[in-house]
């Protein structure tokens, strides 16, 4: 899966240095979230699961097809995960953070206008996590006068084998982007909002049998909205 990851990131470092018409950086926020299916059974009162903050930063290029059409390949750090609400404890709850490189190759149409573009845009994208964190937050004593609230993250760490619970921790995602946005050329470039959103097809755990007590397999599930920058590699590319 490294490898595979690898290569794509060469791949989209060498079309963007040699072949992009336009290169561009794009920074926003996320909300992830799991599939709506999804359920906590390691924990034995009902849960809620709901979205988590995070950070997308990515670099792009774009090389006109034809027409309005648009190749744009990325290299991007993406932030998923979700926060789980155990219901059975008051605002007791845990964060799973993973921090993924990922590739999005996306066939981007755009619109002209006087007034700025209009775009949309779908693809695959596949990606590794290169990092995790958990967060456990509850109160210690929610029944007592004065309740004390105990906080602690700690570094995931991926089991990379299947472990005597039955669990091993898949890294490698792999998915599918759609969005659109808008853009208005400022100085020598286009200044662009845009809106995507994310969902993977694979799970970030992979289960040998049906474990007692262990949680369902999780997809990401990925809301996005940043703002960008791009800029012509060619004189005039933007006419």
Do not use: C
Request: aromatic share 12%.
């Amino acid at each position: 899966m490294k490898k595979t990851l690898l290569t794509l990131v060469a791949l989209v470092a060498f079309l963007a240095g040699s072949i992009a018409q336009n290169v561009g950086v794009r920074i926003g926020g996320t909300m992830a979230d799991f599939q709506k299916d999804f359920e906590y059974t390691a924990i034995s009162n009902p849960t809620d699961v709901q979205g988590n903050l995070g950070l997308n930063v990515a670099l792009f290029g774009e090389m006109p097809l034809a027409g309005g059409l648009v190749f744009q390949p990325e290299l991007q750090y993406v932030e998923k995960g979700a926060r789980i609400w155990d219901r059975g404890h008051v605002k007791s709850y845990m964060i799973n953070k993973w921090r993924y490189l990922s590739v999005p190759l996306l066939l981007k149409y755009r619109a002209t206008t006087p007034k700025g573009n209009f775009f949309v845009y779908g693809g695959p994208e596949a990606g590794y996590a290169i990092s995790g964190t958990t967060v456990y937050s509850h109160w210690l004593d929610p029944n007592s006068d004065a309740p004390t609230r105990f906080s602690d993250e700690v570094k995931y760490t991926f089991d990379t084998d299947q472990a005597d619970d039955g669990v091993k921790d898949n890294r490698f995602d792999a998915g599918f982007a759609v969005g659109g946005g808008v853009e208005f050329m400022i100085g020598k470039g286009y200044f662009s909002v845009d809106v995507r959103y994310g969902f993977d097809l694979t799970d970030n755990q992979v289960f040998d049998g049906d474990p007692v007590g262990s949680n369902q397999p999780a997809q990401n599930r990925v809301f996005g909205l940043s703002v960008g920058y791009s800029i012509p590699l060619l004189s005039g590319s933007n006419e």
